[in-house]
């Protein structure tokens, strides 16, 4: 290769790893940034708050309870807050969402009781309030044609912070042995720094035009969080909008269920703490490159297939973690279910954004939120007789069964009801619109 050539090589391979990346768009890539700072810090607090409970000796209803209550929560602000941010705007939220995780490492690095983890959990809670619903309607100012393949970048971002975090946690706790608790004050000086740097570079997306206009904001938003349900309801009953609903329910039912149990299940295999950091971060490190790809799928077929389909894949998946023991392969079984889970939320997400009017679209996507806070905390509660009587092994082959039984009634409803009223929101596979 001569000096020109190598030249032009070099110089088309920085153009597409710039446009590739949104390098050279910063509206494009403060999401991503976002998505990186939020992942690091949710996945060290969301892999370790339920076995640094059980360290406190916690016992078993306790934990269900408290890990519940991150949604449970979320049940009550994420509609308000989504309508707040069409009048305020996007950052100051997003800002605030991360910057209350720092705050739940924070408060983690100092838990010698049940009360601190409480505490913790609530900062979070509060958090992923703010930082969700928004993430979504900011892709959504941002990106008029291609939303989910900006999302899959996205999720690149959050796999990256999420390798970070766990590369984080098995140096620590593997390499120098240190309890959790140290784990989770470097999680939260390294998450400081990220959230500093966020503040000062993300700009603002949605114009002024496009707000809405209040005489007082602060009163604005009480009036939000007393009107929750009537916004709930006025966006619920768009007909377009509730079938996304339902689907997304059992999409966070199945997802949080793993969430919450997938360390428990890990470490009654026999492996030790640090073992679920790495497959966390090996997981992510390989998905990193092909969540752009399922947002483009998303883009090109529309979103009910990918649901359908992902949540029946998923659940299979599900069985196979219980039955899998060997640490590669297990690895692989949860890779698999990670990337369709994913592709599952890509469609609800690119879905509502699709459907929802400018001036509705933060609380059509907190509304989801909603939903999915509602599913979250239904399958913790649910889960726990199981796990109590049964095993951790029953928790996930329950899943699988009701995830499974729940889609195929959906199909079957909607779809009757879809050509007995030539409804558009039926499961006609080939239109989307």
């Not at 690119?350 to 909603?370: D, H, N, P, Q």
Request: aromatic share 14%.
């Amino acid at each position: 290769m001569d000096n020109l050539s190598e030249s032009n090589f070099y110089r088309k391979s920085l153009n597409f790893i710039v446009n590739h990346l949104y390098l050279n768009d910063r509206r494009r890539l403060s999401p991503i940034l976002l998505g990186v700072v939020g992942a690091f810090s949710s996945i060290i607090f969301m892999s370790y708050v339920g076995l640094h409970l059980e360290d406190l000796r916690t016992i078993a209803w306790l934990i269900t309870f408290i890990l519940a209550l991150r949604n449970l929560y979320q049940i009550f602000l994420r509609v308000p807050l989504g309508h707040f941010s069409q009048m305020i705007g996007r950052k100051p939220l997003l800002i605030t969402g991360v910057g209350l995780y720092t705050v739940s490492l924070f408060v983690m690095s100092l838990a010698t009781h049940w009360g601190f983890v409480l505490l913790a959990i609530t900062f979070f809670a509060v958090g992923m309030s703010c930082f969700w619903p928004i993430i979504f309607a900011y892709i959504g100012d941002v990106e008029k044609e291609n939303i989910g393949r900006l999302q899959g970048r996205v999720f690149q971002g959050t796999d990256i912070g999420s390798v970070a975090g766990s590369l984080l946690a098995v140096l620590l706790l593997k390499n120098f042995q240190t309890e959790i608790r140290v784990l989770f004050a470097w999680g939260a000086g390294i998450s400081l720094i990220g959230v500093i740097g966020l503040a000062l570079f993300i700009p603002e997306v949605l114009p002024k035009e496009d707000r809405l206009q209040v005489e007082s904001k602060i009163k604005a938003l009480a009036d939000s969080f007393l009107a929750t349900f009537r916004h709930l309801v006025q966006v619920t009953r768009q007909k377009k909008l509730n079938f996304i609903y339902v689907l997304q329910v059992f999409v966070a039912f199945l997802e949080y269920m793993v969430a919450a149990f997938f360390p428990f299940l890990v470490v009654s295999k026999g492996y030790t703490d640090d073992v679920v950091a790495q497959v966390f971060w090996i997981t992510a490190g390989v998905l990193l490159f092909f969540k752009p790809y399922m947002g483009r799928l998303v883009d090109k077929i529309g979103y009910k297939i990918p649901i359908f389909v992902t949540l029946l894949f998923s659940s299979t998946m599900l069985i196979f973690m219980v039955f899998v023991d060997a640490l590669p392969w297990l690895i692989v079984v949860y890779m698999l279910y990670s990337a369709s889970s994913l592709t599952s939320y890509l469609g609800a997400n690119t879905g509502t954004t699709r459907v929802s009017k400018i001036a509705e679209r933060g609380m059509a996507l907190g509304a989801l939120g909603f939903y999915v806070s509602c599913a979250r905390s239904v399958s913790t509660v649910s889960m726990l007789p199981v796990w109590n009587n049964f095993g951790v092994d029953w928790v996930f082959i329950a899943t699988s069964i009701i995830v499974v039984v729940g889609v195929a009634v959906i199909y079957f409803v909607y779809y009757l009801i879809g050509n007995k009223n030539n409804n558009k929101i039926s499961i006609d596979l080939n239109d989307e619109k």
